[in-house]
């Protein structure tokens, strides 16, 4: 089949267009000619607002940066009567569980795992335009209507172009520009022989997967027609908590200091989460497994190595997103330790 990209040059992109030319597919990447320009496929160069313009040739369109319901029915009208499929990267912050977690909706906390039938938010927008701008310093596609509950919306309502949903979870790798590991590995790296964590964050569990395997189940879906009309979640089984996923890190960088888990009173203020970290945020992805047969290339194992390896080479001396204040931390442990002897 002839498949065209679009954002095929940022984080998933690379890994998604070589996987599909290993399944022999003939690949078109849409971009504004940037980096990547050794990507095993088509070069259209171009930006979104020239779709309508290039209408390029494809079978099946998958868009990995649909940020709201005016791109993606764009998107739609751009393919309706050129692509018979169209596959959207979507995420999971569409369920009400995210909503709860960031204090948008009222009533009890959802139960996990979340299915693809779990409950769907009812607000919409569901982050502030301060985050909004922060996060568009690192994912740039990002525009101030974000929110992939239109997109789905949009790209499933169309009868003449059947499409395809896959809800992503939070991804590292290599590359990963929201610096994931950052936390544990700036530490790890500044030769800190305690790691704190408040002790609901230490618990919080939240759907992960590594780029690679994220790319190989987007075009599973890609190229088998079942995935048509359907909605799949995308992560890692089991969840781990927030805790135990900074244990395989710091096990993997060859870190042998002491997590540190506080009482919330006690934490230091720049740990502390501001969300209702009661509400967890596992996805359940046995559908894809069992309807397409998706499985993973890369175990978790050899993902958090490779992304340890990488992080460790490049990592930046701060990351406004994850504040550090190793002074308040210090003080905070060795107060607890001295309240606990």
Avoid at 206 to 235: F, K, S
Avoid at 307 to 333: G, I, Q
Wanted: aromatic content about 8%.
């Amino acid at each position: 089949m002839r498949i065209l990209v679009i954002g095929g040059t940022g984080f998933i992109g690379p890994h998604l267009v070589r996987r599909l030319n290993s399944l022999g597919h003939e690949v078109a990447v849409l971009h504004r000619g940037q980096h990547n320009n050794d990507l095993p496929a088509e070069h259209i160069l171009g930006e979104r607002r020239d779709l309508l313009r290039l209408r390029p040739r494809a079978e099946v369109v998958i868009d990995l940066i649909l940020s709201s319901a005016a791109q993606a029915r764009e998107t739609m009208n751009t393919f309706r009567g050129i692509a018979r499929r169209m596959i959207a990267a979507s995420s999971g912050d569409v369920y009400r569980a995210c909503g709860i977690f960031h204090g948008l909706e009222e009533g009890p906390l959802e139960p996990v795992p979340l299915h693809e039938d779990s409950p769907l938010r009812t607000k919409m927008q569901v982050y502030p335009p301060e985050r909004l701008a922060a996060v568009r310093q690192f994912y740039p596609w990002v525009d101030d209507e974000y929110d992939k509950i239109p997109v789905e919306r949009a790209i499933l309502g169309d009868p003449q172009l059947p499409g395809t949903i896959c809800r992503l979870p939070m991804i590292y790798g290599p590359g990963d520009p929201g610096w994931r590991f950052y936390p544990v590995l700036r530490r790890v790296a500044d030769g800190r022989r305690s790691i704190i964590f408040p002790e609901g964050i230490s618990r919080w569990r939240a759907p992960r997967g590594y780029v690679e395997n994220v790319a190989a189940a987007i075009a599973l879906a890609a190229v088998d027609d079942r995935a048509a009309g359907r909605i799949y979640n995308v992560a890692e089984t089991p969840a781990f908590s927030e805790l135990d996923w900074a244990r395989k890190i710091a096990a993997a960088a060859n870190w042998r200091g002491e997590f540190v888990v506080l009482p919330e009173d006690r934490a230091p203020k720049h740990l502390l989460s501001p969300a209702n970290i009661a509400q967890h945020w596992e996805m359940d992805s046995s559908r894809i497994r069992n309807e397409l047969g998706y499985r993973e290339p890369v175990s978790i194992e050899d993902g958090i190595r490779r992304t340890v390896e990488w992080s460790l080479a490049n990592l930046p001396e701060r990351f406004p997103m994850y504040p550090v204040d190793y002074a308040a931390e210090d003080e905070a442990a060795a107060n607890f330790r001295s309240a606990s002897s």
